[in-house]
């Protein structure tokens, strides 16, 4: 029984970390306070007076301590509501990444089940690009997870000034690799960027600014030094 998740599904989960939290507040933010209704054949999703288009991402059932993709779903399979999570199982197996492309991930074996399914929620999110995820309570022992699908769920945009924030929240979340999570944000933000031997990066902006974040000699971020042009 697996304990642990395999180095490269953490490796992808950290790529998303700093750039996902921020979107994940952007969504809770937006979404508006309510009770929660879906109606998959029409892959909407009603929380208080805002209905959203989504995606079925996955479930967890607490009783049997595991996690079912969305896509490999039976009584999804194929339809309309998952076609979009269907990029999270190609991916897995284009990157060669088991915990993305098992249809069910038993999860049993980690001290927190319930972690181990947010945190696979949260990289199939990452891998799809999704503007957030939502989880909800589908039953006294089940947790559904929808990715919104909406252009109107507004995106986190890279703020330069929180920044050393946002990072350093992002190297916290998960603890694997803080490296990737620096590399990941700002692939994510179309910035380009540079490894400088194994104890820097560097980022460089459009507009001239640039970003210098170093690393300790365990991996951790030791400064984050920005020079960010007015």
Known sequence: MASEFSDAFLLEAERHAAWGAAQLDALTAFLPEGPWTADLPSCTYRQGNLDLRVAV???????????????????????EV???????????RAQGIRELTEEVVPLSGFDDPRRAAELLAFTGMGVTGAPGYIGVPAGPATQVYFLPDDARVPRAVLDPVALPRTLLAGAGLIGHSARQVVRGYFDHHGVARRDEGDDRIVAEFADGGVVEVAFDAVGRIAGIEAKILP
């Open 57 to 79: 991402l996955g479930t967890y059932d607490a009783e049997e301590r595991s996690w079912m993709w969305g896509w490999a779903n039976p009584g999804l399979r194929g339809t």
């Open 82 to 92: 998952v076609a979009l999570t269907g990029a999270v199982e190609r991916y897995g």
